[in-house]
């Protein structure tokens, strides 16, 4: 036996009936949802802040049985998530958030004990606005599918979502689970549309929040293997091939294949060392055996020459000449 969990912060937007599962939902299930709710939810979870999830996710395996889809909501901007619920309103102290660079630090433990509470083959789902949006979105989702959550389909999304506030009936001040996919782009923006479009009906225009949405960025195994963001900057016949690269005193060889996998080389060495690389907004890349707490991002902007030079977050410069 396993369940669906919608596990929400106690600053996420709206309250979900503990009771999840949809009246006669029969056998519809994620991620295609209906125009009545999310079906396939089993329970809803409040949780005070990343170890009470945990603890509480822990309890339900023990209960229920193992989890086959796990959706965790709160705030989020591009490479953050408000795991703990402690800033609604913005996202000025990244070091309180659940990051790169402190998944393998502050939320070591929580995140652990969310895996031992979850399928092999489980799909977790953070419902934070914005949260995958770009090259620290994808950075995000690649570090934790590499690390924490190796094996599992983890997904983030690139725009805003909308809470559709599917109040239950029978004077319940609780609501169904579920989230649409829209394509806002700003907190702002999203709420000061939210209530005339949920009015005028337009809301239900837009798919439910899955791992098939548009605006869904899908990793497993610290690889992107749903980008929904735009490949325009950078052709895939412009990086593909050997370039022979400079970092300070270090030289060595990057190789870069069409299908989005990238390697590096020591001279000295023949070993691969595997990423992966992205061409939004500029082209990135980063590769999988950085350590989760130094995680390196290589960015590459125009113009496109020969010989390039880049930078490397959070510090460094490098050069690169294409071989072939």
Known sequence: MSIAVWAYSKTAPTKVCEDAKLPNAGQLAYPFGTDRGQAGWDLGLLYEHAIDLGT?????????????????????DPGLFDIDG??????????KFLSV?????????????IKMSLLPTATVLFMGCNLGRGERGSEFLRTLSQTFFRGLTVVAFTTIGVSMHQFRGGGSFCTEPGMRDTDFESAAEGGANEDQRYQGGQ???????SETSPHAKVAKDGLI????????????????????????AWK??????????????????????????S?????????????PGFKRTFTLSPPLKPVVTGSIY???????????
Do not use: C
Request: avoid cysteine.
């Open 101 to 113: 660079r402190t998944m393998g630090s502050t939320y070591n433990t929580p995140l652990g004990m």
């Open 203 to 209: 809301l239900f225009q837009y798919p439910w929040a």
């Open 56 to 76: 509480k996710l822990m309890a339900i395996k023990t209960e229920k049985g193992f989890i086959r889809r796990l959706a965790i909501n709160s705030h989020g």
């Open 86 to 95: 402690t800033n609604a309103a913005t996202m000025r102290e990244p070091d």
């Open 314 to 324: 959070p510090s460094g410069f490098f050069k690169m000449l294409k071989r072939d």
């Open 225 to 248: 293997v749903k980008d929904p963001e735009p490949s325009t900057v950078f052709g895939v016949e412009y990086i593909v091939g050997k370039w022979d690269v400079e970092i300070g």
């Open 279 to 291: 061409t939004f907004d500029g082209l990135s890349w980063s590769f999988a055996d950085d350590a």
């Open 252 to 277: 060595g060889v990057f190789v870069f294949e069409s299908s989005h996998t990238v390697y590096w080389m020591d001279l000295a060495s023949p070993r691969k060392h595997q990423g992966s690389w």
